[in-house]
Nanobody, 125 residues
Framework: QVQLVESGGGLVQAGGSLRLSCAASGRTFSIYTMAWFRQAPGKEREFVGALSWSGTRTDYADSVKGRFTLSRDNAKNTVYLQMNSLKPEDTAIYYC??????????????????WGQGTQVTVSS
């Protein structure tokens, strides 16, 4: 059974930074694309970014391009989301997820079959 545990959320002022971590277990982490999604109050879940199993391919939502960076440490079964220049509109619960299938790159939420419990990120103005 796959388990994903996010950490690193918190309260930060606009312009600040946070680094989220997602530790995975129960699956061969190094052959799966990992992604982050977020959901703000009253809004639908939205894609934030995805990182391929090899770490060589990424995709980001337009709203976070240039500010957020994905990385992964396959030896630690962990993926990271570095968030810089945070804005109040980044406030949301952030979820990491793992692709349903190995050795491919997708960004659609329905293609991810395991999700973490989420970590709250709050950016004050």
């Amino acid at each position: 059974q796959v388990q994903l545990v996010e950490s690193g959320g918190g309260l930060v002022q606009a312009g600040g930074s946070l680094r989220l971590s997602c530790a995975a277990s129960g699956r061969t982490f190094s052959i799966y694309t990992m992604a982050w999604f977020r959901q703000a109050p009253g809004k639908e879940r939205e894609f934030v970014g995805a990182l391929s199993w090899s770490g060589t391919r990424t995709d980001y939502a337009d709203s976070v391009k240039g500010r957020f960076t994905l990385s992964r440490d396959n030896a630690k079964n962990t993926v990271y989301l570095q968030m810089n220049s945070l804005k109040p509109e980044d406030t949301a619960i952030y979820y990491c997820a793992v692709d349903r299938f190995s050795f491919r790159f997708v960004t659609v939420a329905k293609e991810y079959d395991a999700w973490g419990q989420g970590t709250q990120v709050t950016v004050s103005s």
